[in-house]
Every structure is written in C-alpha cells, then in structure tokens.
C-alpha cells in the first residue's frame, strides 16, 4: 500500500508542519546547549531534553500525517517515541556516572568527591 502526500488534508499538513518544526526546534535547542554550555556536567542536560521532546514533536508530525493519508489510525510510531525517550536520558546518565568516576580517580578538584547523602554518612558516623 502506497501512501500519497498529495493526498492528506490542509488541516493535517498545517498540524504536522507545526510539530515538525516544534520538533526540529527542540533538537536545535539543544544541540545550540551541547555547544554553548561550559562544562561537560553542564552539556549532557540539553542535548537530553533537545532529543527526547524533538523527537517527540517529529514522531506527533509522522503520526498525523500517515494517519491522513492512509485513513487508518497509524500508532506504531510511538515505539520509536518510546525508545528515544528511554535509551537517550539512561546513555546520557552512564557517560555522567562514567566522567565522574573518571575525575574523583584523577583527583580532579572541580568536581566534589561525595554527593551529599555520603557526607551526611561521614558526619554521622563522625559524630558517634
């Protein structure tokens, strides 16, 4: 079965295209985080949120766009949605947890050596 473009409705084009640019504007956004942001703790956050909301907004545009035009409800987009919205955040999460093991080793003295639920552990444990 072949699809036409030609054949779905104004309403359904104007409703995709404007997702479709949402979507690519999200994805710029944070692509423009990635790039402009100063440390690498700071950049893993905008490229995260850019893709997973960009690639939402581009998944919304595909779905309304093949359900116009095969006139049949058209969902299983939403499994790339899915997928995109749960290996993107875990990757991006690893390479943190895997820089931070990598600057306590070296000793790096910008980064903290515990978060606070450890210090909090070595004071009490200090304290008794």
Request: charged share 15%; no cysteine.
């Amino acid at each position: 079965m072949s699809v036409h473009l030609a054949d779905v409705p104004l309403w359904a084009a104007i409703l995709a295209a404007f997702f479709l640019v949402l979507g690519a504007g999200l994805a710029l956004l944070g692509t423009i985080g990635l790039v402009r942001l100063p440390t690498f703790y700071q950049r893993i956050h905008a490229p995260t949120l850019g893709t997973s909301w960009g690639a939402a907004g581009m998944v919304l545009a595909s779905m309304i766009i093949f359900t116009a035009a095969s006139e049949r409800l058209v969902l299983h987009e939403i499994l790339i949605g899915i997928f995109v919205t749960v290996t993107t955040p875990v990757t991006l999460m690893m390479l943190g947890r895997s820089a931070l093991y990598r600057d306590r080793s070296e000793r790096n003295p910008e980064v903290p050596q515990f978060g606070a639920s450890d210090a909090d552990e070595d004071t009490a444990q200090g304290a008794s």
